[in-house]
């Protein structure tokens, strides 16, 4: 029988996530339990936990109270069947990829790829793994580059750092016709503002330490399976991991041969820090998202900056897309300035804007992105990305908006 009742808002959820876990004593946040090894009276259930034929905690290596805790609550922020979480968003993408790949495999990938994720990428190459980069702005683009050998396709909802917005929806339907892995990095975007799994992704990858956390204080990443992908015909999960439902084959393999066997594990201090944090979310993302949209325009405006890549711009190339796909356009944008300008001296003149290689924080920050975060690709590389030796990122914080127009206004004077 059907409820009336309607369902609650993602901020609701997401802010009685713990309590709906009951971590005990009255708390309204799991505690952070710091214990790495766990005792059995009985050692046949310890057994029992190590083959999978009971729940409960092993090693912290790979399960840990505080840390499931943060899980539980990225999955119902995603509308997930189960997360696995991390040490930080790159070791969430490698693990996952190492976990599922093969030699002799295939990916298709966005190729304005997040500066280290292409890097790692171009690494699988050496293993074994080819992976074909394209425009994936266009759907005609990825369907062009499947292979037989294709397992997996890559995006990132809005790309960093010029903003290209891929085709999310038309990808998914894609790659659900094909029955490949549909992978969306929603860093950028966050559940707050996107659900990837609404365009079909099988798995949704988010570096907890940006916007989640929000505060610039911890690392964290996630993987959480969607609930949409039929792992059952999946070539490459081993024997020992199809115990249970299908649908949970995939994300076990990744706990075992990517997070037991990588090790790359979610500290539970950070873990606390990052659900705590987690709560005001779309607080900080609304507001961050609002300022980035007026400081745009202000600088669309400008005549010392030549261009400005924002999603939310009318003249973004994807602008009409964005807005169908997205709550907000995001707090992510990068500018070009005119070429009489230098770019190290402009970042010097910002008082409130911090120089800074993160992204997400409460506090707006930018960088020269072809002299750091990109340097390594070179100028050809860079060239194909549409990433200018004067390109600034900047990543929108949550100050007022007045301040922030008035300290770039005075820092291109």
């Known amino acids: 029988m059907s409820s009336d009742k309607p369902a609650p808002h993602f901020d609701t ?24 090894a766990f005792e059995y009276e009985d050692a046949r259930d310890l057994a029992a936990v190590f083959q999978g034929r009971q729940s409960g905690y092993n090693y912290a290596r790979q399960q840990n ?4 805790a943060l899980q539980n609550r990225v999955t119902r922020m995603e509308g997930g069947l ?16 190492f976990a599922l790949l093969r030699k002799g495999d295939h990916v298709v990938s966005s190729s304005f790829l997040f500066g280290n994720t292409n890097s790692l990428f171009n690494s699988f190459g050496n293993f074994g793994v080819d992976v074909s980069f394209v425009d994936a702005t266009d759907v005609a683009n990825v369907e062009n580059a ?8 890559f995006v990132e909802t809005i790309a960093n750092p010029v903003t290209q917005v891929a085709d999310l929806a038309r990808i998914g339907e894609l790659c659900a016709q094909r029955k490949i892995l549909y992978i969306v990095d929603n860093t950028i975007t966050t559940p707050s503002l996107f659900s990837p799994r609404a365009v079909g992704a099988s798995l949704i990858i988010n570096s907890l330490s940006k916007y989640f956390g929000g505060h610039g204080d911890a690392l964290g990443g996630a993987v959480t399976d969607t609930g949409l992908y039929d792992w059952s015909g999946f070539p490459n999960l081993y024997d020992n991991y199809k115990t249970g439902p299908a649908s949970q084959w995939g994300l076990t393999q990744i706990r075992k041969k990517g997070l037991r066997d990588f090790g790359a594990t979610l500290a539970p201090e950070a873990a606390h820090s990052l659900a705590v944090g987690s709560e005001t979310l779309s607080l900080r993302v609304e507001r ?6 007026a400081l745009a325009r202000f600088l669309q405006a400008h005549p010392k900056v030549s261009k400005v890549h924002y999603p939310g711009l009318p003249q973004h190339p994807q602008h009409a897309l964005a807005s169908r796909l997205f709550r907000h356009f995001g707090a992510l944008m990068s500018i070009e300035l005119r070429e009489e300008l230098d770019c190290f001296d402009f970042l010097n003149r910002l008082e409130y804007v911090v120089s800074s290689s993160n992204l997400g924080d409460t506090r707006t920050l930018a960088i020269p992105v072809a002299h750091t ?3 390594e690709m070179g100028a050809e590389r860079r060239a194909s990305m549409g990433i200018a030796d004067s390109l600034v990122r900047i990543a ?15 820092a291109l004077a």
């Open 13 to 36: 959820v997401n802010l009685h996530s713990d309590r709906r876990d009951k971590p005990g004593h009255g708390a309204l946040h799991k505690p952070v339990h710091t214990s790495i």
């Open 65 to 68: 109270p505080t840390v499931n």
């Open 82 to 97: 189960a997360t696995a979480a991390f040490s930080t968003g790159m070791a969430a993408i490698g693990s996952t990829l």
């Open 146 to 153: 499947l292979r037989p050998q294709t397992r997996a396709v």
């Open 288 to 293: 961050a998202s609002d300022n980035a949209l």
């Open 373 to 375: 975060i990109f340097y």
């Open 396 to 410: 929108v914080g949550i100050e007022h908006i007045d301040d922030l127009i008035a300290d770039f206004s005075q």
